[in-house]
């Protein structure tokens, strides 16, 4: 692996179906598997294959169908689970088991009434008993955004000792500034020993709405592995999405950082997912919302029209939209009626174009959007359509 390749691991399947109301059924886990194994992503975390008889049945069928991507199964530091992930996995080519505890002081006080050291201790207990069945064993320090890094670096240097070769850092409530959760992810590269053993990973929640300024800020301090699902989704505010950070690489191409996703797939695996799930995309959702490359005031429309770069940073078709939309609105102009109106057969003249518009206006302030049978109608209504046609 070249140190500027940056590995996704996609967890739609997992953290991302944990929204209420977007389960799917093993078949159509199996279409997005095989969608996502074809955009390129490195790792599908296909489930957690102890939490339900059908979860299990989707992370086995999704392992017997996937060809390039590893595919990796969620536990917690429990024998069962990891036992069942292992059985789930039995036909991956490339099986993960991802494994963890909480480590924040919360977690380890509330959730599991323990204490620091009991904490490691079954930490490396379940790396070890997961090494038991797969080489590749990931460990998640649940609520490390919250867990103090001193403490956090006992951890990961335990787990990678036990054989963990990916260290989930995640930022579990989404708490984290970005300069922190790179200043993290800085320390752990600095301080725990035997961390070239290992791969350090970003898994960021949206509560700020900040999972994917902190997934970049991680990589540039040295992670290489990305945690992310398609269109975002995820539990509560959801976690970074996928097409977010791929494309922020992509476009920054001196921060020497490479994945291996086609991107030209973005546009079609962010449909195929919200359709199956039943969960609308916002329109100004960036790179794949309906809006992401629509232009609709005047002044927008006009800088586009002699030059796309002026307005947008990213070619449509590098995500897979075929192209910019130029939006008719009462707050068009000019250049955005004759530009629309060329595309429906109309050469309109400047004099032409003057009475157009006129026309334009008062039908546009009646609507919120002009579509192309309007442009017609505009045409055919205004006064030089004679003229216009005789041409
Ligand atoms: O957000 C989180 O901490 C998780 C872990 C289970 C990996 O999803
Ligand atoms: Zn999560």
Known sequence: MSDSNVKIFDTTLRDGEQVPGCKL????????????????????????????????????????????ATVCGLTRSVENDIKVAAEALTYAKHAR?????????????HKFKSNKEAIIERAVKAVKYAKSFVEDVEFYA?????????????????????????LNIPDTTGYCLPSEYGAKIKYLKENVRGIDKAVLSCHCHNDLGLATANSIE???NGARQIECTINGI????????LEEVVMILKQHPYLELDTNINTSMLYGMSQLVSDSMGIYTQPNKAIVGANAFAHSSGIHQDGMIKNRGTYEIINPKDVGVTESAIILTARSGRAALAY???????????????????????????????????IHQIIETSKVYQQIISA
């Not at 093993?26 to 957690?48: H, M, P, R, S, Y």
């Not at 050469?347 to 959007?369: H, R």
Request: with cysteine; charged share 30%; hydrophobic share 40%.
């Open 25 to 68: 059924n093993t078949d159509q886990k199996v279409i997005i598997a095989e969608q996502l194994d074809i955009l390129g992503v490195d790792v599908i975390e296909a489930g957690f294959p102890v939490s339900s008889p059908g979860d299990f049945k989707s992370v086995e069928a999704i392992s017997k169908m996937v060809k390039n």
């Open 97 to 109: 088991i991802h494994t963890g505890i909480g480590t924040s002081d919360s977690h380890i006080k």
């Open 142 to 166: 649940e609520d490390a955004g919250r867990t103090d890094n001193e403490y956090l670096a006992r951890v990961c240097e335990a787990v990678i000792k036990a054989g963990a070769t990916v």
């Open 218 to 220: 991680g990589v540039i």
């Open 234 to 241: 995820g539990e509560r505010a959801g976690n970074t999405a």
């Open 340 to 374: 629309r109106a060329k595309h429906v057969g109309y050469e309109l003249t400047k004099i032409q174009l003057d009475d157009v518009y006129a026309n334009f206006l008062s039908f546009a302030d009646k609507k919120k959007e002009i579509n192309d049978s309007d």
